[in-house]
């Protein structure tokens, strides 16, 4: 259908300013009837009047014939019919309220001539007015990628039925064939914030939370009052409790930041309540906040001695662990020995230890160990290995009884820990014989010597005595082999080889 042309069929109306050149006359009545339209010799009472901007004719035609009464005619510039021809439909005048063509400036910030100029004749074409002052102006176009675009937003967003919009806006009104002004968003100062409250608080609002807090944290030094779970369980209230309806006001998130934002304020209240009921701390229904108690300065630790008993429970310790590092169950070579049969550790000769009171500290992990180490390489050595101020120097004087009784756990656990001999390869009674040294009343020079020397060393005596060969060769075997029972099995079969032969044999005579 001819865009010149309605949709019943009817030709649109022309009329042309009378003073027009006729040559651009003979090119509009051309367009125009190819179009679909029809040029009038008399004003329309509905159609276009095709004028010349800026002339005084053309001023003329529009106070005579624009009226109210007539708001289906529009006055255009001649050029309407050529756009509307470029666009391929007719130019609806939505610039225009109530038959007066809107007033638009366009702002020096579209510095661009064309453009400007453009932008000028697709307002005419629509039925604006874009020669208007920014101060008489209904709508402001200006470039959006300038900082004077948001300048001319905050200075005229408050002033009514004024527009500042895009140079693109114009387009898109066009194209849409309607007017649509950008619509203004109006927010809170900086947007509301999570928590703030989306409904005003009341006096009686206030005076709930207040109770509430009051029955959940009474005294503020307990601290709680502004975490999220207090007002969270606020309004998980409203579920199980009827009266607590009220809560459905606010999100839990409002009430906090109510508390938090006016709590100078609202403590006050909170006091007052608190005062009034006077609830104890920790009463039913608080929370479980409590402030914690002073650290009490730490008390020295003493050192104490071991008893006997105790020196008798670390063989038994240390030989766990040995037997648990080859991979087998632990086997204790130390028999049952009566605790009055111990002997005891010998103790500094000017001074003892004070036995420690039963609320005192434990001792530390590997700290009951400490008298049970061995030096290693270069190191220092042990504690137990230094002698103490107060018996330097008269160590000779000691008796050789106490100095047997001190180096005699000392000694065994020593010699095992650095040889790991934890399986009873020798006979009982050679373990006996060292674990159980004679009283100490009977004790001799000859049994103290017997006593030190090592378990080792008396199944190679015993070996060497019973099978009647040196104690070097029976030493110098075990030391390849590094098993006993293994040394006891070959020099017990070398005794009855030995036994087996015939009287005579090694003589000088059956050598010759």
Known sequence: MPIFQEANGLAVKFFVQKDISQEIQAELCETITSLGGRVEAKVPRQGYILVQPGTAEAERLRLCWASPDRPERHFVPYTYVEACKIAGMLLRQIFVENGVPIKMHIHHSI???????????????????????????????????????????????????KYIESYLWVKKCVEKGALL???LVYKNPGGRRPGEERTSFTDEDEERLCHWIATKIPYKETGGRTGNRLYQ?????????????????????????????????LDNLIAAIVEQKKPAHGEKGQYGYVRKAEERARRARKRRGKSAEEAFQAEK???????????????????????????????????????????????EDGEEFEEWRIRIGNEPPPAWGKRSADTEGDSEELPDAKRSRSLYVRRIVVRAIQLKIFRCDYP?????????????????????????????????????????????????????????????????????????????????????
């Open 111 to 161: 510095a661009n001539v064309n453009a400007r100029a453009a932008l000028s004749q697709r307002i005419m074409h629509s039925g604006g007015d874009p020669t208007a002052s920014p101060q008489s102006a209904r709508v402001i176009l200006a470039d959006p990628n300038t900082e004077v675009f948001q300048h001319l937003v905050k200075s005229y967003q408050g002033v009514p039925d």
């Open 428 to 512: 009982s009674s050679v373990i006996g014989n060292e674990l159980h040294p004679p009283p100490l009343s009977q004790t001799s020079g000859d049994t103290a010597a017997r006593v030190n020397l090592h378990v080792i060393d008396q199944a190679i005596h015993q070996i060497a005595r019973e099978y009647r060969f040196t104690v070097e060769e029976v030493k110098e075997f075990y030391d390849k082999c590094g098993e006993m029972e293994r040394t006891r099995t070959r020099f017990r079969r070398m005794r009855e080889l030995l036994s087996t032969l015939p009287e005579g044999i090694g003589d000088e005579s059956t050598l010759s």
């Open 233 to 265: 369980q606020l309004c998980e209230m409203k579920a199980v409790d009827p009266e607590y309806a009220w809560v459905t006001r606010h999100t839990w998130q409002s009430w906090r930041e109510r508390y938090k934002k006016n709590s100078v304020r």
């Open 181 to 183: 002004y950008t619509p």
């Open 317 to 363: 310790i240390i030989g766990d662990i040995n037997g648990n590092a080859h991979g087998t169950p632990p086997i204790i070579i130390f028999p049952s020995v009566p605790t009055e049969q111990l002997p005891s550790r010998s103790q500094p000769s000017t001074s003892t230890i004070p036995r420690v009171s039963p609320d005192e500290e434990e001792m």
